[in-house]
């Protein structure tokens, strides 16, 4: 049950983001003060971090609501955490917070081994 509930949330939560990145152009997305990390990425590698995170969303919830193969759901949480892997990196070398992008990794890496 845990499972499932964070499982929806980071669907929630990548989904939105993803959508915000790939729709929205990168000037608007780097006004905001947690986006920072933008000034590192050329637009092209900012859609593309947005479309893995709306695949990655999607990922975690369809396979879980349609019930056809759940282990998309198990690759999704892998990927999604290896994904903010690299955001925490990228916010360590910033020398920028890293709780947000740290506290989606593990919850990631929960779905991932309770899936």
């Given amino acids: 049950m845990l499972t499932s509930t964070i ?10 983001a993803g959508v915000l990145k790939v729709v929205r152009p990168k000037p608007a997305l780097a006004a905001n003060p947690h986006m920072g990390w933008m000034v590192s990425f050329t637009d092209a590698q900012v859609k ?22 759940p282990l998309l759901a198990r690759l999704a ?13 990228t916010h360590i070398i910033r020398r920028e917070p890293v709780a947000v992008p740290t506290v989606l990794a593990l919850m990631a890496a929960v779905v991932a081994t309770g899936r």
Avoid at 7 to 16: D, G, K, R, S, Y
């Fill in 77 to 89: 949480a892998i990927l999604l955490a290896t994904l903010m892997g690299g955001a925490v990196a």
């Fill in 7 to 16: 499982q929806i949330l980071l669907a929630i939560a990548f989904t939105l």
């Fill in 48 to 69: 593309l971090i947005g479309t893995a995170e709306l695949i990655g969303g999607i990922g975690l919830i369809l396979p879980m609501m349609t019930g056809l193969a």
